[in-house]
């Protein structure tokens, strides 16, 4: 049976306010839906949460997670730049453009990163 449509995982639950939530991305958006613990049934419209939301590409899961108290922490999202560092920590400069590099590899002379497996 499929609750809801979303390219990502979802998370059932408990929010600060009685009722249960389902979690979900839409887009960017991560959106809660109030759903009957007993049946299963989503009730109402979703609410927004917060927007953006970052999911990883790769393995489709939101940045999200939820504590049985109704406690909620996300992250933003997974958009990053790549930097070189010399040994001693001092920034050298940036490469390429900001992207979702949740996956990437290191060149064996170490001058190029490339994104994948």
Do not use: C
């Not at 939530?21 to 009730?43: E, M, P």
């Not at 939820?66 to 560092?85: E, H």
């Not at 940036?94 to 994104?115: A, I, N, T, W």
């Amino acid at each position: 049976m499929r609750a809801i449509a979303s390219d990502t995982n979802a998370l059932f639950t408990p929010g600060g306010d009685g009722k249960d939530y389902f979690l979900f991305l839409r887009g960017a958006a991560l959106l809660a839906q109030v759903v009957n613990r007993d049946s299963l049934q989503l009730t109402g419209a979703p609410g927004l949460v917060g927007n953006p939301v970052g999911s990883s590409g790769n393995t489709a899961y939101m940045h999200v997670a939820a504590s049985a108290n109704g406690v909620l922490i996300y992250q933003p999202s997974t958009m990053a730049r790549f930097a070189w560092f010399d040994r001693a920590g001092k920034a050298l400069g940036v490469v390429g453009e900001p992207g979702d590099y949740s996956s990437f590899r290191l060149s064996p002379d170490g001058r190029k990163v490339s994104q994948g497996a």
